[in-house]
């Protein structure tokens, strides 16, 4: 079983910045974050294959998110900047150990969360 860890959130003003973090307990073939604002449903922010560095991004988060991936520190993050009040949401970790799941967008493990409020 893959354990995850998420950090950094928190809250900022409009057109500010954080930086989240993801401690993963070992191997992961993808990682990626989603996120789910109270009402919404859950939504893929960015995810980000660990050994090509693949990475891909919701429109509406390209420009202004970074997710990148320290393979040696098994840590995945996110950075973002420009952050708009609708990105207020609780954002989640996930991976998958194997191709078969990331290839079909199956993640099978998750965090426990990390809140981000923008305010206005």
């Known amino acids: 079983q893959v354990q995850l860890v998420e950090s950094g959130g928190g809250s900022v003003q409009a057109g500010g910045s954080l930086r989240l973090s993801c401690a993963a307990s070992g191997y992961t073939y993808c990682m990626g974050w989603f996120r789910q604002a109270s009402g919404k449903e859950r939504e893929k922010v960015a995810t980000?294959?660990?050994?090509?560095?693949?990475?891909d991004y919701n429109d509406s988060v390209k420009g202004r998110f970074t997710i990148s991936h320290d393979n040696a520190k098994s840590t995945l993050y996110l950075q973002m900047n420009s952050l708009k009040p609708e990105d207020t949401a609780m954002y989640f970790c996930?991976?998958?150990?194997?191709?078969?799941?990331?290839?079909?967008?199956?993640?099978?493990?998750w965090g426990q969360g990390t809140q981000v409020t923008v305010s206005s």
């Open positions: 996930a991976a998958s150990v194997s191709y078969t799941h990331c290839l079909n967008g199956r993640y099978n493990y």
């Open positions: 980000i294959y660990t050994g090509t560095l693949s990475t």
